[in-house]
Each structure stands twice: as structure tokens, then as C-alpha cells.
């Protein structure tokens, strides 16, 4: 299983960025899948999170991303996307994505912890925002 995230970078307060995660190895549209991030010194928190096709396919977001962040996915290239817009100072961070094969992930990753709730991630993209 491999997970590979682009896209992040440097950007100003009000601005715009679109992450992507290139995955392989298992099966992309049966999997729970998800964006995560961890600032210096923070547990890593949700972002957002996609049940599998097999599920429901719902998504759930962060309170703190609501509305201005939005998760995408192309199954036929095994892609995720996270596409980041009004962003602020305050979500600098680096952010991962990750894959699992339960369900629930947004209610694991709760009750867990991130890393307790989801079997594989990607190695990370920094975002940084400046004000």
C-alpha cells in the first residue's frame, strides 16, 4: 500500500490550495479514506473523511474546515484531492492523507486517535500560511 501526497506549499491568508494523494496497492473505492493534519506540537486531527462506496460514501468534515475545504476523488486514478480555499494562518500544519478498510472512520478516529483509526498513510505535504 502506498499513499503519496503533493501540493502543498507556502500561500497568503484568503488564499488557495489543492492537495492530492496518489495511491496504490489496495482497493481505492472500498476503502474509508481521509485528511488529516498535525501542527507542531498538536494531535494530529480530522480533517475530513470519506466512507467507502461499500458503506455509504458519506463525507464528514471538521468544524474548522466546514464550507471551505472540500474533499474529491477520481477512482480511476486513485487519487484523492482536498481542495483548500479562504484558508487561514491557523491551518498551518502538514497534512496526510490515509486509507483504511473499517468504516466509520470519522467516529474511530474520535474515539481512537487518528493514527489508532486509520492502518495506512502517506508521508505528508506541508501547508503554510502566512497572515
Known amino acids: 500500500v502506498q499513499l503519496v501526497e503533493s501540493g502543498g506549499g507556502l500561500v497568503q491568508s484568503g488564499g488557495s490550495l489543492r492537495l492530492s494523494c496518489v495511491t496504490s496497492g489496495f482497493a481505492f473505492d472500498r476503502y474509508t479514506l481521509g485528511w488529516f493534519r498535525q501542527a507542531p506540537g498538536k494531535e494530529r486531527e480530522g480533517v475530513v473523511v470519506?466512507?467507502?462506496?461499500?458503506?455509504?460514501?458519506?463525507?464528514r468534515y471538521g468544524d474548522s474546515v466546514q464550507g471551505r475545504f472540500t474533499l474529491s476523488k477520481d477512482n480511476a486514478k486513485k487519487t484523492l484531492y482536498l481542495e483548500m480555499n479562504s484558508l487561514k494562518p491557523e491551518d498551518t500544519a502538514m497534512y496526510y492523507c490515509a486509507a483504511d478498510d473499517r468504516p466509520m472512520g470519522w467516529v474511530r478516529h474520535q474515539i481512537y486517535g487518528a493514527q489508532a483509526a486509520f492502518d495506512y498513510w502517506g508521508q505528508g505535504t506541508q501547508v503554510t500560511v502566512s497572515s
Open positions: 470519506v466512507e467507502s462506496e461499500d458503506s455509504d460514501g458519506s463525507l
